[in-house]
C-alpha cells in the first residue's frame, strides 16, 4: 500500500492564479480531510469527506474547494490564490466503523504565493 | 470549541533520560485524545490513543496518561535516544466525523 500520497510536493503560485492539489488514498478509507499547517500553529482544518460525494467545512475553508468522486481521490482547489494561502498542506484519511480510529497523513505539499 | 495547548518551547534532554511532555484541553473532556509524532518536511504519524476511561496507555518505550480531573495528558519516552527527536502533537476530537483539533506541538531534542 502506498497510503496516503499527495501530489504536486511544491509550488510556488503568483498571486490569482489557480491550482489543485491531488491527493490519493488507497486504503479503502471512508473519510478524509485537509490541514494546512502555519509555523508555529496547529494544523487547522480546511474541508473533510466522509465518503463519496459528501464534502462540508472545516475550521478555515474561505478560499478553497474540495469534490469527492471517489473513495480514493479527494482534490483540494484553490481559486485565486492569495499571500495567505501560503503554507504546508496535508491531506490524511481515516477508516471509520465503530469506535475512534487515527489518521493517516500524505507527505504534504508546500505551496508558496507571491 | 477545545482548545489544545502544548509547550511551544522545545525540550532538550540528554539520551537515556525520560521525556515527558505536557497536552492541557480547555474545555470538555474528550472521549479520547491521541498522540502523534511529526518529523521535518513529513506529515504526523500515529503513535498512541488513550481514551477518557484509561489512566494510562504504553507501546514499547512510550506512556501516555490520561488525567480528566487536571484536563491534561503526558505524554513521556523512556530511554530517549537522539532518533526520538521530532515534533509531538496531541489531538483530541471536535464534532462529529471524526475530526480531530490539533495542538501546536512541542519539539523535543535529544542529545548524546
Known amino acids: 500500500n502506498a497510503g496516503v500520497t499527495q501530489t504536486p510536493k511544491f509550488r510556488i503560485l503568483k498571486i490569482g492564479q489557480s491550482m489543485t492539489l491531488q491527493c490519493a488514498q488507497d486504503m479503502n478509507h471512508n473519510y478524509m480531510y485537509w490541514y494546512r499547517q502555519d509555523p508555529g500553529m496547529g494544523l487547522k482544518l480546511i474541508y473533510y469527506?466522509?465518503?463519496?460525494?459528501?464534502?462540508d467545512k472545516g475550521e478555515v475553508p474561505n478560499g478553497y474547494n474540495v469534490s469527492r468522486s471517489t473513495t480514493e481521490d479527494f482534490p483540494l482547489r484553490l481559486e485565486l490564490a492569495a499571500p495567505s494561502q501560503t503554507s504546508v498542506y496535508f491531506c490524511?484519511?481515516?477508516?471509520?466503523?465503530?469506535?475512534?480510529?487515527?489518521?493517516?497523513f500524505g507527505p504534504g505539499t508546500r505551496l508558496t504565493v507571491t | 470549541s477545545q482548545k489544545i495547548e502544548q509547550n511551544s518551547e522545545a525540550l532538550n534532554i540528554q539520551e537515556g533520560k525520560t521525556a515527558t511532555l505536557t497536552c492541557n484541553y480547555t474545555n470538555y473532556s474528550p472521549a479520547y485524545l491521541q498522540w502523534y509524532r511529526q518529523d521535518p518536511g513529513r506529515g504526523p504519524v500515529f503513535l498512541l490513543l488513550?481514551?477518557?476511561?484509561?489512566k494510562e496507555k504504553r507501546k514499547e518505550r512510550l506512556k501516555v496518561t490520561f488525567d480528566t480531573t487536571l484536563k491534561q495528558s503526558l505524554f513521556h519516552i523512556t530511554a530517549s535516544q537522539p532518533a526520538d527527536s521530532a515534533t509531538y502533537l496531541c489531538?483530541?476530537?471536535?464534532?462529529?466525523?471524526?475530526?480531530?483539533?490539533f495542538g501546536t506541538g512541542t519539539r523535543l531534542q535529544v542529545t548524546l
Open positions: 489531538a483530541t476530537p471536535t464534532g462529529t466525523a471524526s475530526k480531530l483539533t
Open positions: 488513550i481514551r477518557e476511561n484509561e
Open positions: 490524511a484519511s481515516s477508516y471509520q466503523n465503530r469506535g475512534p480510529h487515527e489518521q493517516y
Open positions: 469527506s466522509v465518503g463519496a460525494g459528501i464534502t
